[in-house]
């Protein structure tokens, strides 16, 4: 999977430079048991209960720190793209998150129950605080890598011959699907049209912000793995 040629234009782009620093990082998210598990169906079910409604709670605060991002453009024309860009990626995965919900018997009850594991709590409240209190460039740059890294996983796994009574299939194709794509190369150009009008020290705080993402995105699909529960 190459991440560079599915998103970024050029060599000498922000993203592109961004994504090789996150190499390391993304050797460790092909790895994971559980994304080996989700693409070979023998995940098990109380393990995928644990990941979907934690990401349900992500999504709830992803989705305020994407309007926070775009109340930041820097003109109409970006905010109209970002929200457009935006709404793609979360109705899609709002439509996946019912569909399995349903499948695996959890009650919108649940849901409204369900507590934020530790690495869950961790990265949303880095996301609102970097959407809050810094600029639209850096915090376009903290978001992204849930777009494209979920994007490069989904296409990797799809790329694979499926898996037939796969429960999980749903999943796969959600993140190989075109429209989540298209979301997420519209993610990366507008984040490199902002690196190109920043400064060389709020490139730098871009790119820091988009590594420690990186980061949290590999321990939430972790957390998920180990059944992660606050330890007192």
């Known amino acids: 999977m190459d991440g560079i040629t599915e998103g970024a234009e050029t060599t000498e782009s922000f993203t592109a430079a961004a994504w090789g620093q996150i190499k390391p990082i993304m050797v460790e998210i092909e790895r994971l048991p559980l994304l080996e598990q989700l693409s070979d169906g023998t995940l ?3 393990i995928f209960r644990h990941y979907i409604l ?3 709670i992500y999504l709830k605060h992803y989705a305020r720190c994407l309007a926070i991002v775009a109340a930041k453009a820097p003109d109409n024309a970006q905010v109209l793209r970002f929200l457009g860009s935006a709404q793609k990626a979360i109705t899609v995965e709002q439509g996946l998150h019912a569909g399995f919900l349903t499948q695996f018997g959890i009650l919108s009850a649940d849901v409204t129950a369900a507590e934020p ?3 869950c709590f961790a990265y949303t409240n880095f996301l609102l605080a970097t959407a809050y209190h810094s600029s639209y460039a850096i915090a376009l740059s903290a978001i ?5 890294i979920y994007w490069h996983v989904g296409e990797g796994i799809k790329s694979k011959p499926a898996i ?3 429960v999980f299939q749903a999943w796969i194709n959600t ?3 075109p429209q989540f794509a298209a979301g997420a190369r519209e993610v990366i150009a507008l984040t490199d049209i902002a690196a190109r009008a920043a400064s060389a020290a709020e490139r730098q705080q871009m790119s820091n912000a988009f590594v420690r993402a990186s980061q ?3 321990m939430f699909w972790d957390s998920a793995w180990r059944l992660e ?3 007192v």
């Open 44 to 46: 098990p079910p109380e």
């Open 54 to 56: 934690q990401d349900a």
């Open 117 to 119: 594991s530790p690495a």
């Open 144 to 148: 992204l890598p849930c777009f494209w």
């Open 164 to 166: 037939e009574g796969n």
């Open 175 to 177: 993140y190989g699907d």
């Open 216 to 218: 949290y995105e590999w």
């Open 229 to 231: 529960k606050w330890p």
